[in-house]
Antibody, heavy 119, light 110 residues
Framework: QVQLMESGGGVVQPGTSLRLSCAAS????????MHWVRQAPGKGLEWVAN????????YYANSVRGRFTISRDNSKNLLYLQINSLRAEDTAVYYC????????????WGQGTMVTVSS | QSALTQPASVSGSPGQSITISCTGT?????????VAWYQQHPGEAPKLIIY???NRPSGVSDRFSGSKSGNTGSLTISGLQAEDEADYYCSSYTASNTWVFGGGTKLTVL
């Protein structure tokens, strides 16, 4: 079945970097825009970043622009999120989500990967 | 990129109907018919239940319906069931080519 699976989370120190990955399966990854959404413990959802199906355009939330970089490898069906200069407020579950075709919503979600920033 | 405004909590008894509001601005909810709603049970990933204001994905119960008026979108759940108890989030596409979520609403089925 259509599936997204994140990996790469963990406990990291402030100021360090981390790269999250999202493996897509059972759908034509190269034809969908993709997103990262995060959720801090006990808090709501926060949209983080979007990348077009072909990687030509990328958009970011103001709160992460300049520190986060979204990318994809369509030959491997992989989505990435590079996070630099990690801060305590970046502590969250990070979900990758598929952009629904011809609609601006997120129709498939991964199970999430937890990032904890702590010294 | 301010979050959309949702009530923190709503409640209802089994069989009743409830409505959750989602208020944005003329740059997001009011500008596009791209309001979506997500259901999230504890410890699980969100699930899309409404897209493009009022459309249901395949497999979503017709007890869930959506609408929009001006800058406010709404989610109505009719015939409340115990399994509907969850957190609900709205989202909208914005004029800045970004997306924004609401703060979330906790639904309690009494």
């Amino acid at each position: 079945q259509v599936q997204l699976m994140e990996s790469g989370g963990g406990v990291v120190q402030p100021g360090t970097s981390l790269r999250l990955s999202c493996a897509a399966s059972a759908f034509s990854f190269t034809t969908y825009g993709m997103h990262w959404v995060r959720q801090a413990p006990g808090k709501g959802l926060e949209w983080v970043a979007n990348i077009w199906y072909d990687g030509r355009n990328k958009y970011y939330a103001n709160s992460v622009r300049g520190r986060f970089t979204i990318s994809r490898d369509n030959s491997k069906n992989l989505l990435y999120l590079q996070i630099n200069s990690l801060r305590a407020e970046d502590t969250a579950v990070y979900y990758c989500a598929r952009g629904q075709a011809r609609a601006n919503s997120f129709d498939v979600w991964g199970q999430g990967t937890m990032v904890t920033v702590s010294s | 990129q301010s979050a959309l405004t949702q009530p923190a909590s709503v409640s209802g008894s089994p069989g009743q109907s409830i409505t959750i509001s989602c208020t944005g601005t003329s740059s997001d909810v009011g500008r596009y018919n791209y309001v979506a709603w997500y259901q999230q049970h504890p410890g699980e990933a969100p699930k899309l239940i409404i897209y493009d204001v009022s459309n249901r994905p395949s497999g979503v119960s017709d007890r869930f319906s959506g609408s929009k008026s001006g800058n406010t979108g709404s989610l109505t759940i009719s015939g409340l069931q115990a399994e509907d108890e969850a957190d609900y989030y709205c989202s909208s596409y914005t004029a800045s080519n970004t997306w924004v979520f609401g703060g979330g609403t906790k639904l309690t089925v009494l």
